[in-house]
């Protein structure tokens, strides 16, 4: 029986999580523990990500994590995202988030008043390099100046392009384009892209190609669909994949998965949203889909097409949330998902 811990984190990730865990005990048959992190556990605890839950991260198999409130830099000095302090204690490597509006064509999106249409039908994997970049958290003020280290080893760039390469084996994916900005970042991403070409040569099967991940922006938008899996840095990969997630809905469509040797945490890729935060209309379907990538990790990929499917009916029958244009509230939409999945089941 895998272990999974739970973190509902702040603000929406305390509504959207436990439908996400209702819908992995649906399906599936876990041990479950639950653990706190971030601002609020912070303000009742004095620390982002207590001792008490590393350790039930330890014990884990997988984590389910929600969302977290970040404090200004000017608010708390010395802090540490719980998020990517996980990533680097259990060596999470491999950020995977996919883009898909499950071939239904448009889907409306609302950020405020602000509405936005998905392409037409997409499909695409972005895949970051998840330790190292900008975001080691390496930074000095010297004066008046504030410098920012930025890291790409040869290990950890062949280590991501072999697991996407992988990936694409056994997910019948045909293409990966690597995103760089080697024009410019000459050293560090030169050996990025080096570090990728060098392992492409043991997939014969799999084009490849490289563009710049300023012209690879236009193109998402653009073109979408001339994309099958993006493999990139950690920073780029982080911009890129909030963009592309306008094209499918928002950011409440886009779930993702973290992934380790022997271990994986699996989030929503949306903040903890506190403008909306107990008001009970946040969107669960990046959560939902999050689950589904945790049945695709343990090899029981029918029941994450399952979930995907019912997520699909619940947009096409408009039993969604305001942000995808539909009246029902948070807990609402998690009632729907469980009635179609217990119809498919």
Known sequence: ????LVIEGDGIGKEVVPIGVRVLEELGNFKIDFGEAG???YKKNNSFLPDETIEKAKKADIILFGAITSPKPWEVKNYKSPIITLRKIFNLYANVRPINNFGIGRIEG???EYKYLSAKNIDFIIIREN???LYVGEEEEREDKAVAKRVITREASERIAKFSFEYAKKNKRKKITCVHKANVLRLTDRL??????????NYKDIEVEDSLVDSTALKIILNPENFDIILTTNMFGDIL???????IGGLGLAPSANIGEGKALFEPVHGSAPDIAGKGIANPFATILSVAMIFDYINEKEKGDIIRESVKRCILNKKVTPDL???????????????IIRELI
């Open 131 to 133: 330790t190292e970049c």
């Open 39 to 41: 601002y609020e556990c």
């Open 192 to 201: 990025f892209l080096e570090s990728f070409y060098n392992v492409a040569k």
């Open 1 to 4: 029986m895998k272990k999974v």
């Open 325 to 339: 244009g539909g009246t029902l509230k948070t807990e609402e939409v998690g009632k729907e998902i469980l009635k």
């Open 110 to 112: 609302y950020l405020g």
């Open 241 to 247: 994949s909030d963009e592309a997630s306008a094209l």
